[in-house]
Nanobody
Framework: VQLVESGGGPVQAGGSLRLSCVGS????????MGWFRQAPGKEREYVAA????????PYAVPVKGRFTISRDDAKNTVYLQMNSLKPEDTAVYYC?????????????????WGQGTQVTVSP
């Protein structure tokens, strides 16, 4: 499945953004979907994931209570609502699809990746 992220951009600390990831080529309804991010000079890290049944995996500790993952299979889209943003949330955010349908926390499990969308949070 091809994935395209959108919704990133500049935002001030304390603000909100909603990222979208639209799938094409096939339905994402049987895929587990995940969000990951990579900050400059750092490794890619897990953010959130949701299984094909809608079961949400534990959020990454730095985003717990501030970010919410959801999916709308009718729109072939997964979302990441980000509230109370902090400068340390600045990163390129990627969505990924896992054919096995689980909401894995491991990036190596994912089969398909988007190109990413930049999120920049200013103090």
């Amino acid at each position: 499945v091809q994935l395209v992220e959108s919704g990133g951009g500049p935002v001030q600390a304390g603000g909100s953004l909603r990222l979208s990831c639209v799938g094409s080529g096939r339905t994402i309804s049987t895929y587990g979907m995940g969000w990951f991010r990579q900050a400059p000079g750092k490794e890619r890290e897990y953010v959130a994931a949701i299984s094909w049944t809608g079961n949400i995996s534990p959020y990454a500790v730095p985003v717990k209570g501030r970010f919410t993952i959801s999916r709308d299979d009718a729109k072939n889209t997964v979302y990441l609502q980000m509230n109370s943003l902090k400068p340390e949330d600045t990163a390129v955010y990627y969505c990924a699809a896992y054919r096995a349908g689980l909401g894995s926390l491991r990036d190596s499990d994912y089969d398909d990746w988007g190109q990413g969308t930049q999120v920049t949070v200013s103090p």
